[in-house]
């Protein structure tokens, strides 16, 4: 059997009602995380613009652009060993094809985005993907077209030969690499949703009867064609038998996941009382990986600059802490005094942090206040497997980020649905309903 075809076996028979309880329950709650993204990403303006760049164009672009919409915001999950921020790519796939299709049982619901998940996490894994994203590869937009086929392949009910095909179209349709894109809107997420949708078209046709090359992952056609290695046993290991669900973290604010270690070391910090204008410096000490990229200093009318520059995230934490929950960061560069703190941060690599990576994303804060130095060192953050978000944090956050948006009221009800709609038929249909309004609101 091709090493595709066992994966397409995966994608057809795996239940999601097989997982053990607590992963089921992780399921859910990334479900609902993802929703948020996906409703905050709708309610600012680079969300609204992507929207509205396809106008009627058919189903597979515009779920393309409502998951592009949700990993615009920097709040979604992400798979740290591999690199992958996994559900905006498949949760939109599998709750828009629900509504499409009239598809309401929860068990085929969970299963596609189990599923999706679990081909995207492994296919970053196998290809080493926080290697490659310095090489200038985005793991996430490699893995997409395959997480979105394998997603839509299931909720087609497509069977093992069709599967197959559909992901070896999908894996065809593979770009990866991107240069350094700026400006707002920006044509990054225009490149993901295009990924995400060339996935469930890759699906639509193989539904159709289209063929790919199912034996493609047995030959070296992804060193041959984009220079990548594959560690095809990464991708097979106790597939079906373990779920990536208790390996995913949660974002707890807005932010690239290299800035959130040092965010939280240094909030720490300043509980403990060091007060933000007696700061005269702040070193921050990440692994080499990264370094040069959350160096990147926040840019006037870039938003994606903010969310990536640890200096400005940061600033934000002394200064505006409420605004590490500001999806749209509009009024980025509005506020001198952050400026001003951002400008004391530096960010060095610390070869004495490689050993935790990529299995942790950790950081060290040294900060020089009132003549003394302060140090703090933050490994695992919350949101990351070892300090999982509940359900009350997930519903905080979702506050936090969608009051000033949608308001509270909204929040709660869109909340209750998102918890709900993987319980029974009919509360998956009131949130696959509710997600597709959302895309068009």
Same mark, same amino acid.
């Given at each position: 059997m091709s090493l595709i075809a066992e994966l397409a076996s995966f994608v057809v028979g795996a239940k999601a009602s097989d997982l053990p309880p607590a992963e089921r329950e992780r399921l859910s709650l990334h479900v609902a995380d993802t929703a948020v993204a996906a409703l905050a990403g709708a309610n600012i303006p680079e969300g609204r613009a992507l929207r509205e760049l396809g106008g009627d164009a058919g189903l597979a672009s515009q779920i393309?652009?409502?998951?592009?919409?949700?990993?615009?915001?920097?709040?979604?999950?992400?798979?740290?060993?591999?690199?992958?921020?996994?559900?905006?790519?498949?949760?939109?796939?599998?709750?828009?094809?629900?509504?499409?299709?009239?598809?309401?049982?929860?068990?085929?619901?969970?299963?596609?985005?189990?599923?999706?998940?679990?081909?995207?996490?492994?296919?970053?894994?196998?290809?080493?993907?926080?290697?490659?994203? #310095?090489?200038?590869?985005?793991?996430? #937009?490699?893995?997409?077209?395959?997480?979105?086929?394998?997603?839509?392949?299931?909720?087609?009910?497509?069977?093992?030969?069709?599967?197959?095909?559909?992901?070896?179209l999908a894996l065809m349709l593979i770009a990866g690499g991107v240069g350094r894109i700026h400006g707002v809107p920006s044509g990054r997420w225009f490149l993901y949703a295009n990924a995400v949708a060339s996935g469930v078209a890759a699906a639509l046709a193989a539904g159709a009867d289209y063929k790919g090359d199912p034996e493609l992952l047995d030959k070296n056609w992804l060193a041959d064609t984009h220079g990548i290695a594959l560690d095809r046993d990464v991708l097979r290991d106790k597939l079906g038998a373990t779920s990536v #669900?208790?390996?995913?973290?949660?974002?707890?604010?807005?932010?690239?996941?290299? !800035?959130?270690?040092?965010?939280?070391?240094?909030?720490?910090?300043?509980?403990?009382?060091?007060?933000?204008?007696?700061?005269?410096?702040?070193?921050?000490?990440?692994?080499?990986? #990264?370094?040069?990229?959350?160096?990147t200093r926040a840019v006037p009318g870039a938003r994606q600059s903010t969310m990536v520059s640890v200096a400005h995230q940061l600033a934000l934490a002394a200064l505006a802490p409420q605004r590490l929950c500001d999806v749209d960061r509009s009024t980025a560069d509005a506020d001198a005094?952050?400026?001003?703190?951002? !400008?004391?941060?530096?960010?060095?690599?610390?070869?004495?942090?490689?050993?935790?990576?990529?299995?942790?994303?950790?950081?060290?804060?040294?900060?020089?206040?009132?003549?003394?130095?302060?140090?703090?060192?933050?490994?695992?953050?919350?949101?990351?497997?070892?300090?999982?978000?509940?359900?009350?944090?997930?519903?905080?956050?979702?506050?936090?980020?969608?009051?000033?948006?949608?308001?509270? !009221?909204?929040?709660?009800?869109?909340?209750?649905?998102c918890h709900d709609g993987l319980q029974d038929g009919a509360a998956c249909e009131r949130l696959a309903a509710a997600f597709a309004g959302a895309a068009a609101q």
């Open positions: 393309g652009r409502q998951a592009a919409a949700a990993r615009l915001t920097e709040i979604d999950d992400i798979h740290l060993a591999s690199c992958i921020t996994p559900s905006a790519g498949i949760v939109p796939v599998a709750l828009r094809l629900a509504a499409h299709l009239r598809a309401f049982e929860p068990e085929r619901v969970a299963g596609a985005i189990w599923v999706g998940t679990e081909i995207t996490t492994r296919l970053g894994l196998a290809v080493n993907g926080p290697q490659v994203l #310095y090489r200038g590869i985005w793991p996430t #937009y490699l893995a997409a077209p395959v997480g979105a086929a394998a997603t839509a392949a299931r909720m087609f009910e497509l069977d093992e030969a069709r599967a197959a095909h559909a992901l070896s #669900y208790s390996s995913l973290s949660m974002k707890p604010f807005c932010s690239a996941k290299q !800035a959130i270690a040092a965010v939280e070391a240094f909030r720490a910090l300043l509980h403990e009382g060091v007060r933000a204008d007696a700061i005269d410096k702040v070193r921050v000490r990440v692994p080499k990986a #990264y370094a040069a990229m959350i160096a005094a952050v400026t001003q703190l951002a !400008a004391k941060v530096e960010v060095v690599p610390d070869a004495s942090l490689e050993a935790f990576y990529p299995q942790h994303w950790p950081a060290e804060v040294e900060v020089a206040a009132g003549g003394q130095v302060f140090h703090r060192r933050v490994i695992e953050t919350r949101g990351d497997p070892e300090h999982p978000l509940g359900r009350a944090a997930v519903d905080a956050k979702a506050h936090c980020l969608l009051d000033p948006l949608v308001g509270a !009221a909204h929040v709660d009800a869109w909340l209750r649905l």
